[in-house]
């Protein structure tokens, strides 16, 4: 493998608990959406990848080097994480100009990075409030910018819109895809799949410590939707309108569920949706609810996690 990062085999333990097991996968270049449930091992990994951990086994490199390399190294690494522990009685630029420090930055250069990152992320009016007052969006733009102060080659975001409004949402997707834009790498975290899709199409699915699947996200789903969909309809006459389902080619199961529902499967999903309205107004078929559990992230996983059975 010979992406930004390379884990081959990363195993990570907290005592009788698998945070990563046997974790295999390439990030390349750009920005890489890592997708997982809660409790999946992003936060593990990236603490790995940040150096804050060593693997119990396999290997693992940043940018051509051990994750855990020490000195000028680290300041080529970037890590946003997601827990908000912080030093409240700062202010968030004091915040931002510590790290800075502590990494090894003048006052006066750390002063200057500080003041830009913090306008970077839209905090220059509260620069000067005591973190403690800081909303959860707050927090995470001040994390971010002691994240991006020291102009990291590699930028580690876990979880980064928890907590922000929507409005700073679309601020900082655009952030993330401008330094992507600008050579910078980046992999971001979340359990949320429409986020990343905004980001990027690469990404890497990872669910019990492991990675379940890697690379174009059009080409994972193309994978997932081979196999027939689970559909659930509320009807007012489910029997009729399971006689018309029946006769589509691509509905391989009817069942009912209730006096007014019933669940199809069905191999092409997309067909089913484009052609179910057209049925509807065609036979005067009355439908008060569609769903599909189908359609959820959970459910990405666990078909991914069956082996795509």
Known sequence: MTGVVD??????????????????????????????????????????????????AGTLSVLGQPAWSEGSFR???GYCPEQPAMYDWMTGKEFVVYL?????????????????????????????????????????RVKIAQGI?????????????????????AQLLALFTRL??????????????YEVERLTDQIVM?????????????????????RPHTIEITAREPRSLAKL??????????????????TVRSRLPETFYRELPELVVREGAEISALHSSDDNLDAVFRYLSEGGR
């Open 149 to 169: 102060a020291h102009d990291p080659e590699l930028l580690l975001l876990d979880e980064p819109l928890n907590g922000v409004d929507p409005v700073g949402r």
């Open 245 to 262: 389902l029946s006769g589509w080619d691509h509905v391989v199961g009817i069942e009912f569920v209730g006096p007014d529902r019933l």
């Open 75 to 77: 300041r080529r690494v």
């Open 100 to 140: 800075l420090r502590v990494d090894g930055y003048s006052r006066a250069e750390a002063e200057k990075r500080a003041t830009q990152a913090i306008d970077t992320v839209g905090l220059t009016d509260a620069k000067a409030r005591r973190v403690r007052v800081y909303s959860k969006g707050m927090r995470q």
């Open 180 to 193: 992507g834009r600008s050579g910078h790498h980046l992999i971001v975290s979340s359990h949320v799949l």
């Open 206 to 226: 990872i669910s019990n410590g492991r990675a379940l699947a890697q690379g174009d996200l059009h080409r994972i789903r193309d994978l997932i939707d081979e």
């Open 7 to 56: 884990a081959l085999a990363v195993t990570k333990r907290y005592g009788e608990v698998l945070g990563l097991n046997g974790f295999t996968a390439s990030f390349g270049a750009g920005i890489t959406g890592l997708i997982g449930p809660n409790g999946a091992g992003k936060s593990t990994l990236f603490r790995l990848l940040a150096g804050q951990l060593r693997p119990d």
